[in-house]
């Protein structure tokens, strides 16, 4: 009888969405498994400190006060960024359909951007010239069809794939805090971007200088946004390769521009091509391909849209359901090692229910005492043993 | 009872060949349709008249007499050329598997390089410093894998695939005469193939300079002789284009290098990727997709091993059976026109046998009235009506 469906967040909501994705341990997948059992991020909140103690957290969780939350959306509001919440009418939508979608994403700028297909472009910092001419060529004429070009505002490739879409529309990535743009010459593009239509757009708290492994989790976005994901250069063992990897795990279609075995910066993208990306020397092969995908209805996943929006309390005697006693968490941690091992052969192994593994595994988790691995695997970190 | 299969043709069967091959309107199909028929060269040699007369030829058929043949065997042996036919130790065993083999190649060199599984490495004349490098690098890793090198001689790519695997055995295809190397400049390169290992070899005579119209058919030799054709660099719309082309018809691989959109020396290869062409960017990826044809067993067709060195007399009754009456000859030139025609609706709309047509067509072809095309179809030509 709980099928009250929000289209927006309220502020009180909003902020325990804000507290809960900032605390300590708690990511995307986390949020949502605390959001489902506990049916609101307040009740998550409160039931945390519980969670963790029998996760054998070996120190407090640092759980996102009030306060702090507050001063995050007061920052946001100084520098024009609005919080969008998963299942609201201008969160992404095909950002939606990824494993693992931030709840909650910053965005400054214009969110129709996201209401047309995106295809993003992306590659070499230190490209060449030709290169640089090539993804600016593709940006202008894949947007000037409709669609939206995303990239990650880096040096090089990123550049020119905004700049060349710059008056149809481009969605720049961040890997930091919106107010921290990555690097500092395009400071200036970043502020061009949100003025002339599109957007900014990223997972990270305001204030949050990006770090190293920032960018492949960022990569995911970039991959999430899109329908197929252009690489224009890329040595082997690059960062594209990476967000290649990532959008075809995604189910994007990858297309690589090729270059001249002699040049170093086509070696990953002629890999790619190897592989089986699609071949592109021109916004024409993008477009063809993509043409089927883009008039499908894209919608969120179906849990998502019941759950994610209501804030009614779940009955705590369906909670406590899923909790196994003492023992059960032993055999769920004894069944665990360094090496990823899939949750259902856990299940298998343990006895329990796929429900009642899963609760300990969300506590591990929020212990920081588990990694989570693609392919349902999770792995015991070593500091955590 | 028939069955003498000797292994080389006689001196004076060779001459026949010869004659007939070198004879007007007289190419790889009706030589072999001819010898099938009428059991020997010299057989057909004597119908030929009467073939030509009835196909309705407007002047007399030019036959090669026998002091012409002679002639150019003398000038064979003089530069050291020498004849293979069909069907002999000798003769190249892939060249035998195409569409219309020549059933006699001009060779100067080593025929032991034919033993060995060929790959063509084609590719523009102006092409880059980059293309000549790659060219190079891949004939000579490919060719030290055991595989001969085959290519046209001419500037650039083609000077390069030869270059690099001078020492492990390539082969050249000529467009015109052994005696007539094209371009000048590449003589002395000529010269090297011949004398380190290698081979020369044309279906043209000794003599023939070559023209433009010739290199498309010489491009389908490239082909044959081939497992594989890699083109390096080619334009839209160019030679290279052409034998890439024939060499997916007869059922060889196609390999591409790629090269950046910008390049114009790229668009050919590039397209050829599009098209579903093998990407390649070094010697193991051409190898690696070689290496479960280079296998098995090279045969000629059935028919050829049969009948091609056979020099019995088919019984004149056999032939006589398959010459429709003027009648039949009539309804076959009526269901002709300048639009190629499958030869099997000929078949339909005539009521004929299909020997009784393929007589009739092999009449009007030696009158030089119709042109052959690929899937078994025929046409009239406009100087022929």
Redesign the interface.
């Known amino acids: 009888m709980t099928t009250v469906k929000p289209r927006r967040l309220s502020d009180r909501q909003r902020l325990a969405w804000l507290r809960l994705i900032r605390s300590d341990n708690v990511g995307p997948s986390s949020f949502r498994q605390l959001v489902s059992r506990f049916g609101s991020a307040d009740a998550a909140l409160e039931a945390l400190p519980g969670l963790t103690r029998r996760g054998g957290a070996t120190r407090p969780l640092k759980i996102t006060s009030v306060s702090e939350a507050e001063r995050e959306l007061e920052l946001a509001e100084r520098f024009g960024v609005q919080f969008i919440a998963i299942g609201e009418s201008d969160y992404p939508p095909l950002l939606q359909q990824i494993d693992h979608p931030p709840p909650l994403v910053a965005v400054k700028g214009s969110t129709d951007v996201f209401k047309r297909p995106g295809v993003a472009i992306v590659g070499a910092r230190n490209a060449s010239l ?1 290169g640089i ?2 993804a600016r060529m593709l940006a202008t004429d894949i947007g000037r069809q409709g669609f939206t070009i995303v990239s990650g505002l880096a040096r090089g490739i990123d550049t020119a794939a905004h700049g060349g879409s710059l008056e149809t529309g481009t969605v720049a990535v961040f890997a930091g805090g919106l107010d921290k743009p990555y690097p500092n010459e395009n400071i200036p593009l970043a502020n061009a971007i949100a003025e002339q239509g599109g957007a900014l757009i990223s997972e990270m708290p305001l204030g949050w200088s990006p770090r190293a492994i920032d960018f492949p989790r960022r990569n995911r976005l970039i991959a999430g946004l899109s329908y197929g994901l252009v690489v224009v250069e890329a040595a082997q063992r690059s960062g594209s390769l990476i967000s290649a990897r990532l959008a075809g795990e995604q189910g994007r279609l990858v297309f690589a ?7 170093q910066r ?2 990953g993208s ?1 890999g790619l ?2 592989d089986g990306a699609t ?4 916004a024409d ?1 993008v477009i063809r391909a993509l043409a089927p995908l883009v008039g499908e209805q894209v919608q969120p996943p179906r849990s998502w849209r019941k759950e994610a929006l209501s804030d009614a309390a779940v009955a705590a005697i369906e909670v406590d359901a899923e909790q196994p006693d003492d023992d059960g968490r032993s055999r769920v941690l004894e069944s665990l090692s360094p090496v990823p091992t899939d949750i259902d052969e856990i299940v298998r192994h343990t006895q329990l229910s796929t429900a009642q593994v899963q609760f300990v595994l969300l506590e591990l988790q929020l212990a920081g005492r588990i990694e989570r691995h693609s392919g349902n695997a999770v792995s015991l970190l070593e500091s955590g043993v």
Chains 1, 2 share one sequence.
């Open positions: 030709a001419k090539i521009v090729p270059g001249s075995p002699l040049d086509s070696g002629n091509l190897k071949l592109v020397t021109e092969d």
